[in-house]
């Protein structure tokens, strides 16, 4: 008998782990989706959350993600996520958790493997690393794969917003391309530095409004509320910090005739995306725009090639969007659900 475990976004995981550990505080979750390809590969993000089920959605969501992400970057490696929990906004994450995390992650044997992700850094993962060999976006030599993985992830989502440009509004170059970047942190900080070197035009916002307004000063861009940037008057509109952002109420509000940015889990329900394609936007999904990170650090775990070969993959990226929206073109079906199919056909969900 079939148990309905009560998360609409349970999709068959191979495991959900809940991790407690009096003595640091952790409280942690590890989902793994699917290790059909590889272990398990995705970051861990320490949040707080209005709640453990909420905690429990978002590692479900981001580990099929990771499923996803890895099949259609063509690496040998699973889907997999890991969340700390923090207590209250604006909490630090102690060494103790971190360590004690590290353990959760080798208490699985190597089916997960861990990276960064939102509230982490290459040092906090030098501590996860003294639990357990599982992990990865740790300090590289020069011009070895790894390290943090915010750059290489920005450079796939720049060359991912040049290739929805020319699709979506038959633009050659970006220059005078008017964007809308939500999120400047580690990624859509990057995009913005890369795009404005293009010539484009952008608006930037934050929900830590000092870092938009140092960053459009610096850009020559536009700052606005973190409020109004979604609806703001633009050609293409960039998500580049959480997720959930594209819903049955705001993508009507959407002007822009392209949505394509880094942002994980964009769509709040596999219905929105056909909200995006009845609207006639042209869409990028998620986790084949945003492949460099886990390109990068996922090559680092394998010990496969370099900094030069992580580059070559993910100059790739373009590549596998065109797959997408020529599918799509042809099939009618929004761009979400084309490359979801794609992606299970990789995994053998078809």
């Not at 003294?130 to 740790?138: A, D, I, P």
């Amino acid at each position: 008998m079939l148990i309905d475990w009560g998360f609409p976004d349970f999709d068959d995981h191979e495991g959900v782990y809940l991790f407690t550990d009096r003595a640091s505080g952790l409280s942690a979750i590890i989902a793994v989706h699917s290790t059909a390809l590889g272990p398990a590969a995705g970051g861990v993000r320490f949040w707080n959350y209005a709640n453990s089920d909420a905690a429990i959605t978002d590692a479900l969501r981001l580990s099929r993600g990771m499923s996803y992400k890895n099949a259609m970057a063509n690496l040998p490696l699973g889907g997999g996520k890991g969340v700390i929990l923090a207590a209250e906004p604006g909490a630090t994450v102690t060494d103790a958790q971190l360590e004690a995390f590290g353990r959760a992650v080798e208490s699985l044997v190597g089916k997960y493997v861990t990276a960064e992700d939102v509230g982490m850094s290459e040092a906090r993962m030098k501590v996860v690393a003294t639990q357990t060999r599982h992990v990865s976006g740790l300090p590289v030599a020069a011009g070895g794969a790894g390290g943090d993985p915010g750059p290489v992830t920005a450079r796939g989502v720049y060359l991912g917003v040049k290739a929805a440009a020319k699709r979506g509004l038959g633009a050659d170059t970006m220059r005078g391309v008017r964007v809308a970047i939500q999120g400047v942190g580690s990624v859509g900080g990057g995009v913005a530095r890369l795009l404005a070197a293009d010539g484009a035009v952008l608006t930037l916002a934050d929900v830590n409004a000092e870092r938009a307004k140092t960053l459009a000063a610096e850009l020559g861009a536009e700052a606005v509320d973190a409020s109004a940037i979604l609806t703001h008057d633009a050609d293409l509109f960039s998500p580049n910090a959480l997720g959930a952002i594209l819903t049955e109420a705001s993508i009507p509000q959407i002007k822009a005739k392209v949505v394509a940015g880094g942002a994980n889990n964009q769509l709040a329900t596999r219905a929105d995306g056909q909200r995006l394609h009845d609207r006639g936007i042209l869409y990028a999904p998620d986790y084949v725009i945003n492949a460099g990170g886990i390109i990068n650090v996922g090559l680092e775990y394998l010990g496969q090639g370099n900094m030069a070969e992580v580059q070559a993959r993910v100059d790739k990226i373009p590549e596998r969007l065109i797959e997408v929206w020529d599918e799509s073109a042809r099939t009618g079906d929004p761009e979400s659900e084309v490359a979801d199919r794609i992606a299970q056909r990789l995994i053998g969900r078809a």
